[in-house]
C-alpha cells in the first residue's frame, strides 16, 4: 500500500527558508515519480515539482524554478525533501506530495496524472 507522508511546514518570514520532507512506502523511488504540489485557498492545485530518477527527469514549475530544490535522501532513500529558499507570500498554501505520476515534464502538472497524495503541510509566509 503506497503511503506518502508530509511535514515540515510552518510560517516563515519573506526571504525565508522551509524545507519540507515526503516520507514514502509501498513503492521504490528508484522506479516511480514523485511530485510536490501546492494549494492556495480559493486557487487550483498548483505543481510545484517532479522528480523521476529512473529518467533522471527533475522539473519546476515556473514560479519557483531556482528557488525551490527537489531531492531523495542519500541514505534514508524514501524520503523526498522540498528546499523551498527566499519564500514569498505567494508561496503561502498547502504542499501536498504525490507519486506514480508521469515520468517526463509533459502533462506532469495535471492532478489527474498521478495516483497517489498525502494529506499535506500548511506553509504560510508572512511580508
Known amino acids: 500500500q503506497v503511503q506518502l507522508v508530509e511535514s515540515g511546514g510552518g510560517l516563515v518570514q519573506a526571504g525565508g527558508s522551509l524545507r519540507l520532507s515526503c516520507a514514502t512506502s509501498g513503492f521504490s523511488l528508484d522506479y516511480y515519480s514523485v511530485g510536490w504540489f501546492r494549494q492556495a485557498p480559493g486557487k487550483k492545485r498548483e505543481g510545484v515539482s517532479l522528480m523521476h530518477l529512473a529518467t533522471r527527469t527533475v522539473f519546476y514549475g515556473d514560479n519557483v524554478k531556482g528557488r525551490f530544490t527537489i531531492s531523495r535522501d542519500p541514505e534514508k532513500k524514501e524520503l523526498v525533501y522540498l528546499q523551498m529558499d527566499d519564500l514569498r507570500p505567494e508561496d503561502s498554501g498547502i504542499y501536498y506530495c504525490?507519486?506514480?505520476?508521469?515520468?517526463?515534464?509533459?502533462?506532469?502538472?495535471?492532478?489527474?496524472?498521478?495516483?497517489?497524495w498525502g494529506q499535506g503541510t500548511q506553509v504560510t509566509v508572512s511580508p
Open positions: 504525490a507519486s506514480h505520476g508521469p515520468p517526463f515534464e509533459q502533462d506532469w502538472y495535471k492532478e489527474r496524472e498521478w495516483s497517489n
